[in-house]
């Protein structure tokens, strides 16, 4: 049991940083409301128990004060319903129940609001970033937060890598019993951890996506852990490159190839097998209706570029993946969202979800290939989604997230 599940929240006004900052159109609507729906247990848990919610966000990245496109007001009837509504009998909810809304997160509305909020109520608090000294980590500021709720709980895992006022220096107005994590923010933790420190071999890790800069140093940090990397997706064609091969127009950053040797070295040091993809899908432009051949990797004909891992390399992929115990997916193998170049992400995610089945663990990360086991419906198929792609990213370099560290260290 969690430090968070074990406390009885009755009487307590519970102050909880959560990520909201999802996706909004231009009508103000929430168009992807996973975020929300990740933090309602750990709301829910609390308002049970007999106690109250304070929600602190920020939404967007206002340059300059408060903007109504940024207000997290527009999030308020995604919450309600995620909340209340489909759930009219169920933890004692009324339907008197709202959220409240202070349009302010600090000042005398915000401070009346938080001293008259009654058990089962929720009060949201408008965008944390209107004002500089979020980011900045200022001490007043996050003193004055404190002052408004007498527990801190942190689920917000997607800003965990941020030294801000509400995600890390909050924490030191609080008594080590009085903060802790949220369920979503254990169970990303947890599930981190038993990647990077409990993992059972053989370890895979499926590392992709567009970028090799974006990537190294999460693959320098697993040459220590895993016992193979698979490296799919754009990024390959630089570590082709650099081993001699040919690569046509394919997506390739110069200034990396003496990187990648080095990573290619030193995996042979540490006995750590990196799989490239040996064959890909070709194409003679960057569109959905390009013409297609499959091609050995590192011949690739002047003027085509590599948009997908190919059959034999997926059939390698998938062996590797199927002798697995513990997998680590961040990034896609190709250009998946256009048809002609999905078919080898779709047979990883599908690979990973089999290995799950038969009681390997999997941990998926990061924006885009969240966005793939969505897309092929595998999300309740692999053992955990991370919510937090950036944060996520930094915990795999080996880094200390503050957020993490400012409720661990007491
Ligand atoms: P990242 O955000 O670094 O994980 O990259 C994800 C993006 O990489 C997706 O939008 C993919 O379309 C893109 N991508 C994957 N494979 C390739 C490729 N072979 N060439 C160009 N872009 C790619």
Known sequence: MSKFSDFNFSG????????FNVPIDM???VTDNTRITATIPTIKKILADGGSVILMTHLGRPKDGAVDKYSVKHLINSLYKLLYVGHPNSDNYNENT?????????????VLAASILKPGEVLLLENLRFYKEEEKGD????EKLSKLGDVYVNDAFGTAHRAHASTAVIANFFPAEKKMFGLLMNAEVLSAEKVLHQSQKPFTAIIGGAKVSDKILVIENLLHRATDI?????????????????IGSSLCEDDRLQTALNILEMAKQKNVSIHLPEDSVIADKFAADANTEICPSDVIPDGWMGLDIGPKATGIFNEIIGKSKTILWNGPMGVFEMEKFQAGTKAVAEAVAASTANGAFSLVGGG???????????????????????????????KTLPGIAAIKKD
């Open 139 to 142: 001490k007043v500021f996050a």
């Open 27 to 29: 009508d103000f609507n």
């Open 230 to 246: 698979i490296i799919g997706g754009g990024m390959a064609y630089t570590f082709l490159k650099a081993r001699g091969g040919k």
């Open 98 to 110: 709202k959220v409240l809304f202070a349009d302010d997160c600090i000042g005398t509305q915000a």
């Open 368 to 398: 885009d290939s969240v966005a793939a086991v969505n897309k092929f419906n595998l999300a309740n198929k692999v053992s955990y989604v991370s919510t937090g792609g950036g944060a996520m990213l930094e915990y795999f370099e080996g």
């Open 12 to 19: 307590h006004k519970a102050l909880i940083r959560v990520d």
